[in-house]
């Protein structure tokens, strides 16, 4: 299911992030309760060309939708397009999906976002705030000049004793300053970064030892690299009883689809999360970057497109 929306609004927050704010094309609000904080949508360009992107304004509010992207100088056409856009036009959304979520049983909560790592983050702020929760936004970035939303992080009633800055942190600093975030926090606290991979990582390692590696939720927005050596075959059988031989060099997604059974999926690398489908029988051998590791240990769901099985046979359910 998708929506075409409307871009009403462009900020430029740094020379590299601009904001659009998305209206429905009718002029409605969306549905109250349309995503949950820290929810991310596929947006599809002008280009065609399809990412995603979290969504960054109030989950409460349902009068507009915000996005932040950043233009990434890799960019195959999807950023770069995204940064030519001006007032009116029209994007593609997809329904919301949460793979990073907001542990409600948290007696404290540290958003730990790096560069443009703040986008899930901010909307996870809104929400406990709106909770009254105990939670703290560390936002480290390169400079002030380069760091997103400071105006709104400075100003918004939410956020100014909460937001503590680490602008320039030198990488051989960065481990004792991520673990002095851990000085509040008990095993009942609950972590939540994103940003690139090296920084999430040494965020899991100064905290995880805290509040517990399940306490730590990881929000990635990169591929990952899978070595396939090694891979044996599987079945993998859908809950209608229908089931499929996945060779060792085949994924569960594309073996499914080429037997006419469509799957819902963008990416295809493991970090979007359109494919993830629950697991009804056997083990899954997780090998995406979009599941948080309590999800993986539950192995109640996977991603059918990079994922493969520790069992003969996996029963699967497609959402
Ligand atoms: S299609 Fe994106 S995680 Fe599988």
Redesign the pocket.
């Known amino acids: 299911m998708s929506v075409v929306v409307r871009v009403a609004e462009i900020t430029e927050e740094t020379p590299s992030i601009r904001t659009l704010r998305l209206v429905r094309l009718d002029g409605n609000s969306f549905t109250p309760g349309v995503y949950k904080a820290g929810a991310h949508v596929d947006v599809t360009g002008p280009t065609g060309i399809v990412r995603q992107y979290s969504l960054c304004s109030p989950p409460g509010d349902p009068s507009s939708l915000l996005i932040a992207v950043k233009r990434e100088p890799e960019s195959r056409g999807g950023s770069v397009a995204l940064h030519q856009l001006t007032v009116g036009d029209h994007l593609k959304l997809s329904k919301p999906r949460n793979l990073l979520q907001l542990a409600e049983d948290g007696d404290r909560h540290v958003l730990v976002a790096g560069g443009i790592g703040i986008t899930p983050l901010l909307s996870m702020a809104y929400e406990l705030y709106s909770w009254g929760a105990e939670f703290e936004l560390h936002y480290f970035a390169r400079s002030r000049d380069e760091a997103a939303f400071v105006d709104l992080l400075e100003n918004r009633v939410e956020f100014p004793d909460r937001v503590h800055w680490h602008f320039g942190v030198a990488p051989a600093d960065l481990p004792a300053v991520l673990q002095g975030l851990g000085a509040a926090l008990t095993s009942d606290g609950h972590v939540y970064t994103c940003g690139p991979a090296p920084f999430m990582a040494q965020v899991t390692t100064a905290l995880a030892p805290v509040v517990g590696e399940e306490h730590v939720h990881v929000e990635h927005f990169v591929p990952v690299e899978v070595d396939t050596r090694g891979d044996e075959p599987f079945t993998v059988e859908l809950d209608t009883g229908e089931s499929f031989e996945v060779p060792a060099d085949r994924s569960i ?1 594309s073996v499914l689809e080429e037997n006419g059974i469509e799957v ?13 489908s629950g697991v009804l029988q056997g083990t899954p051998d997780h090998r ?1 970057n ?1 599941l948080s590791a309590a999800d993986k240990a539950a192995g109640k769901e996977m ?4 994922s493969r099985a520790l069992t003969d046979r996996l029963v699967i359910e497609l959402y």
Do not use: H, N, T, Y
């Open positions: 997604l819902f999926k963008s990416c295809e690398e493991g970090i979007c999360g359109s494919c993830v995406d979009c991603a059918l497109c990079v």
